[in-house]
């Protein structure tokens, strides 16, 4: 049911080493600790993983890690003292000093959020043996944000909530979603707006609740607002207007010499509705999801090789999707 809907879900752990204060108020000094610390830990790991220090990383590279989801806009603001652990293939990351001393991320494609988790777990387990994190018995594991005491973990799914969006539901989900612990939010998370129709769902709660809890239950939530969604996607369908717009914005695509981040993301939304409704064939979804991903100003750019004017990304972006559909 979910899976014309949920394009990738993602666990995220955040811990802190018992012996150190949070990052607000560590100094330069051992900022480098954790760093170095964190690093040793990191190696024992059967993972393999590629580390490096913020401070190290072009501007460009590093908000093109912010579009991948690697990061967060937050850590990417403000290099000094921090630095990321990362698997070759990006699923598995750990941004290290950033609001916590490690936020441990699994991303995994589609509605996998028990396979998130028990990487999440199985990393944490193995480090915690190494690094020793701040922990209470009545609080659970101390955060530098208190809405993030207790378990540590916000778990999260991207929806492709086109359908939704366009009846301007989304709002009225949203405060009702609020009442009962979860939190809709945009394609980058708190304050972002929802690019190409895609929203952030995630939990809310992180104390008194198990982890395993917190997974259902946002599990539950995800089944109940896709299957929302596919109800609406399928009265919109009905209609010869919106299949029109969803073959119009594939000839655009197709035709386009210079094309706009806004609008690309726009076309290839209703690309993605009408892949899965059947109307468009010999395309598929993970090939729509990747455009999304690659057509971002600083993806764009670290795939040039080269800074771009405005136009020349444009253009650079309406060559790569005309390549790339057909």
């Known amino acids: 049911m979910s899976e014309p809907v949920v394009i990738s879900s993602r666990v995220r752990l955040a811990r802190n080493l018992a012996d150190y204060p949070f990052p607000c108020r560590m100094t330069d000094a051992q900022r480098a600790e954790v760093v170095e610390k964190v690093r040793l830990a990191v190696k024992n790991l059967p993972d393999e993983f590629m580390f490096v220090l913020m401070e190290d990383i072009s501007e460009l590279d590093t908000v093109a890690m912010v579009e991948r989801h690697l990061i967060s806009p937050d850590f990417a603001d403000s290099t000094k003292g921090r630095a990321l652990a990362v698997t070759k293939d990006e ?148 209609s010869m207007e919106y299949q029109d717009k969803i073959s119009r914005s594939m000839g655009i695509l197709l035709t386009a010499r210079l094309i706009s981040h806004a609008e690309a993301v726009k076309l290839l939304s209703n690309v993605r509705l009408g892949i899965t409704e059947g109307l468009i064939e010999d ?13 971002q100003p600083a993806s764009l750019m670290r795939a040039q090789g080269k800074k771009l004017t405005p136009s020349e990304r444009d253009k650079a972006r309406a060559q790569l999707i005309r390549e790339t559909l057909r």
């Open 91 to 238: 699923s598995i990351s750990i941004m290290i000093n950033e609001e916590d001393h490690l936020r441990i991320q699994v991303i995994k494609p589609g509605l996998s959020l028990k396979e998130a988790y028990d990487i999440a777990d199985r990393i944490d387990t193995e480090l915690q043996r190494e690094l020793h994190f701040a922990f209470d018995n009545k609080l659970g594991y101390l955060t530098q944000c208190p809405t993030n005491l207790g378990t540590g973990m916000r778990a999260s799914v991207m929806m492709h909530l086109c359908a939704l969006g366009e009846s301007h539901a989304v709002s009225r989900i949203a405060g009702n979603l609020g009442k009962l612990g979860f939190v809709i939010r945009g394609t980058y998370g708190e304050g972002s707006d929802a690019s190409s129709a895609l929203y952030q769902l995630s939990n809310q709660v992180t104390l008194g609740i198990s982890e395993k809890s917190a997974i259902e239950n946002l599990m539950n939530i995800c089944n109940q607002l896709a299957e929302s969604e596919l109800n609406t996607r399928a009265r919109l369908m009905e």
């Open 283 to 295: 395309v598929s979804i993970e090939t729509i999801d990747s455009l999304m991903l690659s057509i």
